[in-house]
């Protein structure tokens, strides 16, 4: 199958009106010595029947929360996906066309752009948000630059509550730009305040937290921003967006840049991607924000309208005095979220915040009353995520639910060595009070 | 076209050695088009020739401004945050930039009809 | 025709969703979350219903302009036409709903379309092995210029600090040497829009850790001293990086692995048809050969034949690291597959083949009526710019792009590449038919001969939209970036 129009007679036609009698003759300036003298070895091209067939097919050898009930999260969460937005993702006007570099006729993309900066500021307690990132764990990069840029700070305080995969990709970044990037240790299962406290001196450009928490934990924000400020850090917090629905908007509590993986609105779990990233700050610093940025304009006859504005920050003007390279954002995923959000509203997302909270609490209760098994940090308030603490293997764990239509908990072991035989459950509010009962009986082994 | 009293350099600053003030030329302004944004250095700080004091935004291109003398930023012109445009309408006037206790670097300076010559060649 | 922000549509009261109902006890709020850090106000969102959802962005979609609205010949953008099969793949609940720790025992057929994409991709460049992590071009480039820098450095190499670009390079390549901590030096291009090599020579030493190239370049031109480009580079110690924006041009004719590339990206979401995304997301797939495999990130995805059993392999202790969370935009990477499965080795050549005939094609006719100011055989793209006696009238081609929105067409790549002023890029891609072509040819003309005898009517355009040009300085002075709530 291919998707080209092009038939004999106008080959012929074409070719005919270039003055050559083969396409061949469009590729010799190619040498010999680099022109592949071969097929692709690739397999043949398929009709669409059989593509489907075996592309679905392939897909089947996969598990998938249609089919499992899932107790997993760690960055990446099943929510509710209201209907709407899968058909209004496939309006094709929305998918099929570039960066709205052509105002005139990308109003529709610029709009819902506009409206995804006002959800996100809305949210976060924030003035300004950009068109979004490519993920969480990279806004987390870019901000870190942004805010060392700002406060000519070379060195970065990092909490080691935040995702593993997000520091990961931060050392990549920092390594890169010539950053130098110190962890912060954390104490039952929040940032360690003391060590934090110790760690921070005059030479720390920015603090960066996660709240709520890799654990789930719900973290002193208000505390950790005292800290830094008495040192002039920058405060940078990852927040999960659905908590703030019951959660203090960031920019209420002093924090100086806020971001986060906005996956949990309305974007589907697809294997780890593509999510969608945010990063919100004060205006103070609008100009330090990288990527794309929508704002209203006025046209030639006098109408409002929306542009790609503030350009000149960008790399295609700054070439290598920009401080970021983006140059694409998220633009369909930041379209679902603010589909999302529309759909919710501010009850909504309140609604579901509440729910994953009274979910989470009720499966700590049950969970815990699992002989063998205990609530790990018990003393944490937390949100959608909390940690146990189990006498078996998680490994084992997970098979046997397995076994019985359940994906359970990430296995922390993965990532922290001290915390082998710890498991981290999610609990949103697509779990019932049955599913959650039905965990805590396999986990005890019934079949 | 280029006033006589002001000296210049070859990346189009101007400065006035007697008012000490300092701002891009005339030249500079119209190629970077519709300015939108200048970024000002702090009062105070103190600057070699050819550092790069400030930074001017176009909505299509940006520039560092570089400091054509040696010395410390004494007064900046706060009306730009508001009112950018003020270096495309008058480059010389109500679009100047900063001002320097000047402690050197004067001898590099091109006059304006060097300046001009230099425009040309462009 | 203006529509109403959808905050401006809120109406208290209203609702849109409906959750499933609360079925484990409500206990108090205040002793779930510590009291300071409760939610005093509540964020203004919307209250909606679902018709005024659906409605208001039915609406929007409907101000946009997509490749399924018409043609979009944007220049280095390969906006070709985007198949349905692809979506429905995309959203196959085994793929949509899978999650990335879910383990490799129920992930095997996740696993599989990454090593299978891999292999494909790999074959197609000419290279050893591919990342998938990236989720753009510009952040394959930036993971491909680490991956030079991790090798450099891995030889106990720190003097390399420079890396090369040609004045006709996309922003990003600069804008990435930064983030790599390297200077960028640039290189004029030849009088032929090519590299000069005696420029390139006069740069190239022991401090180059890099010569970032396209191929063909942004002038839609194939570098024909490549292989001596490669030398010279390779000789002083650097590395040669393909900037894999162009690739839609030579699939199955030549491969950057061949011409002495050692590391490239692609941009699926141009060569490999899957969409845009009105920005995004994309997904830029980073190839290297054989030396630099141990500096991919982490993970790799391996397969076990033994035990007919995909895997992920973490332990790789030279890896530059991670540059994303998981492992790469995976939904964009199916769609991608699904599409070189369909077209095969051949598919994918003849592709190639005709996007290259329709830009020459359209090269040829337009020529009588615009500059074509390097006229010989192009690669997927070429450059046109107005006539003298149109620039005389005060013409630039700004307006003539405008002008294109009434005709219906989506304009071109305007004012890129750099250093040809006036720039046209104009990029058909294979999906397009004669007509089509034809249309377009004809409504160029036709804006020429207006730009003669009606300037203004230029000026002015596009006149078919609800809004027209917007004063984008006036924006950026006083940016206004969201909504505010009346209180």
């Known amino acids: ?447 | 076209m280029y006033p006589k009293n002001l000296k210049y350099t070859k990346e189009h600053e101007w400065v006035n050695l007697e008012t000490k003030k300092i701002g891009i030329t005339h030249y500079a302004q119209e190629a970077l088009g519709d300015v939108v944004f200048v970024e000002l250095p702090e009062i105070g700080v103190e600057f070699e020739a050819g550092d790069s004091i400030g930074v001017v935004e176009s909505v299509k291109a940006v520039s560092d401004i570089y400091s054509p003398v040696s010395g410390k930023v004494v007064a900046v012109n706060e009306d730009l945050l508001d009112s950018p445009e003020l270096i495309n309408q008058d480059p010389y006037g109500k679009g100047w930039i900063l001002e320097m206790e000047i402690t050197g670097g004067e001898e590099e300076l091109l006059d304006a009809e060097a300046y001009q010559r230099l425009i040309e060649e462009e | ?487």
């Open chain 1, 1 to 447: 199958m291919n998707f080209v129009p092009h038939t004999d007679s106008e080959r012929k036609d074409m070719l005919a009106k270039i003055g050559i009698s083969s396409t061949e003759e469009l590729f010799k300036d190619i040498p010999n010595r680099v022109r592949l003298e071969r097929e692709l070895d690739l397999p043949p091209g398929l009709d669409e029947f059989s593509l489907r067939k075996e592309v679905t097919s392939l897909s089947q050898e996969n598990a998938h929360i249609d089919e499992y009930v899932s107790f997993l999260g760690a960055g990446a969460y099943e929510h509710f996906r209201p209907a709407v937005i899968d058909h209004l993702l496939l309006r094709s006007e929305f998918y099929t066309a570039y960066t709205p570099y052509q105002p005139e006729i990308s109003q529709g993309t610029l709009q819902a752009i506009f409206e995804f900066q006002t959800g996100i500021c809305e949210l976060t307690g924030m003035d300004v948000a950009n068109a979004s990132m490519y993920d969480g764990a990279s806004a987390m990069a870019e901000a870190i630059i942004m805010a060392t840029t700002q406060t000519r700070k070379n060195k970065v305080l990092i909490s080691s509550t935040v995702h593993p995969e997000y520091r990961e990709v931060v050392k990549t970044y920092a390594w890169g730009r010539g950053i130098e990037i110190l962890e912060s240790p954390y104490k039952e299962g929040l940032t360690d305040l003391e060590s934090l406290a110790t760690n921070l001196s005059e030479n720390i450009g920015a603090v960066v937290i996660q709240n709520p928490n890799f654990f789930g934990g719900i973290e002193d924000v208000k505390k950790i921003v005292e800290l830094a400020q008495g040192y002039k850090a920058m405060v940078i917090v990852c927040v999960d967006p659905i908590s703030l629905g019951v959660l203090e908007a960031p920019g209420k509590l002093g924090v100086d840049i806020v971001i986060g993986e906005g996956q949990s609105l309305g974007i589907p779990l697809s294997f780890g991607g593509p999510y969608l990233g945010f990063i919100a700050t004060k205006e103070k610093y609008v100009r330090r924000l990288p990527g794309r940025i929508v704002g209203i304009a006025r046209d030639r006859r006098g109408n409002e309208g929306f542009v790609l504005t503030l350009q000149a920050r960008e790399q295609h003007i700054r070439r290598e005095k920009a401080s970021s390279n983006i140059c694409s954002n998220q633009a369909l995923c930041a379209l679902a979220a603010t589909i999302y959000l529309s759909t919710l509203g501010k009850k909504g997302i309140k609604e579901v915040a509440e729910q994953c909270l009274y979910k989470t609490h009720y499966a700590k209760g049950v969970l815990g009353e699992i002989p063998g098994v205990e609530i790990a940090f018990p003393a944490n308030k937390t949100f959608k995520e909390f940690v146990v603490k189990s006498k078996e293997k998680i490994n084992t764990i997970n098979k046997r639910l397995f076994k019985a239509g359940i994906i359970g908990g990430l296995d922390l072991g993965k990532f922290y060595k001290e915390l082998e035989n710890h498991m981290l459950i999610c609990v949103t509010e697509t779990r019932s009070k049955r599913e959650i009962d039905l965990l805590k009986r396999v986990w005890e082994g019934e079949k």
């Open chain 3, 1 to 487: 025709m203006k529509e109403k922000l959808i905050f401006d549509l809120s109406t208290p009261g209203r609702k849109a969703y409906s959750l499933p109902e609360l079925d484990v006890p409500q206990v108090d709020l205040a002793s779930l979350v510590p009291r300071d850090i409760v939610r005093q106000e509540e964020p203004e969102l919307p209250e909606v219903s679902e018709v005024d959802v659906v409605r208001h962005f039915t609406r929007l979609s409907q101000m946009n302009y997509g490749v399924d609205t018409g043609f979009y010949p944007l220049g280095s953008c390969t906006m070709k036409y985007n198949p349905k099969i692809n979506e429905d793949m995309a959203r196959l609940p085994g793929f949509a709903l899978a999650h990335p720790y879910q383990g490799e025992e129920l992930s095997q057929g996740a696993l599989k379309l990454i090593y299978d994409l891999d292999k494909y991709l790999s074959e197609i460049a000419g290279m050893e092995r591919i990342t998938l992590q990236p989720a753009a071009g510009a952040h394959g480039e930036l993971t491909g210029i680490l991956i030079i820098k991790a090798y450099h450095e891995y030889r106990g190499d720190f003097k390399r600090k420079k890396v090369i670009v040609p004045d006709s390079a996309h922003g990003t390549n600069p804008a990435t040497a930064s983030l790599c901590g390297y200077d960028t030096i640039e290189i004029k291009s030849n009088s032929r829009g090519l590299v000069d090599l005696d420029e390139l020579k006069k740069v190239v030493g022991e401090d180059t850790a890099a010569l970032m190239l396209t191929n063909p370049n942004t002038l839609g031109l194939f570098e024909e001293e490549i292989l001596k480009i490669a030398d010279i580079v390779h000789e002083a110690g650097g590395l040669l990086y393909y900037d894999g924006a162009n690739m839609n041009a030579i699939m199955g004719y030549a491969r950057p692995g061949d011409m002495g590339f050692d590391v490239i990206h692609f941009n699926l979401h141009k060569t490999f048809s899957t969409p845009h995304g009105g920005g995004g997301p994309g997904s830029g797939p980073v190839g290297v050969k054989n030396f630099l495999v141990p500096f991919l990130p982490r993970p790799t995805v391996e397969y076990d034949p033994r035990r007919e059993h995909y895997y992920f392999d973490y332990d790789r202790p030279q890896s530059i690291g991670k540059v994303k969370a998981f492992y790469g935009n995976f939904g964009v990477a199916i769609k991608a597959y699904t599409y070189i499965l369909a077209l095969g080795g051949k598919g994918l050549k003849e592709a190639s083949e005709l996007a290259v005939l329709n830009a020459n094609y359209l090269k040829e006719q337009l020529k009588e009526n615009y500059q074509v100011p390097l006229d010989r055989v192009c690669k997927h793209e070429f450059i046109i710019t107005p006539e003298k006696k149109v620039k005389e009238k005060g013409i630039h081609t700004l307006d003539i792009a405008k002008r294109l929105i009434d005709y219906g067409f989506h304009p071109p790549t305007i004012y890129f590449p750099l250093i040809v002023e006036e720039a046209m890029m104009i990029e058909p891609t294979e999906t397009e038919n004669k007509e089509t072509l034809d249309a377009f040819v004809q409504a160029l003309i036709k804006i020429s001969q207006e730009a003669l005898e009606n300037p203004e009517l230029l000026h002015n355009a596009p006149h078919s939209t609800y809004v027209s040009r917007f004063n984008e300085a006036e924006a950026a002075r006083k940016p206004i970036l969201r909504w505010k709530p009346n209180k």
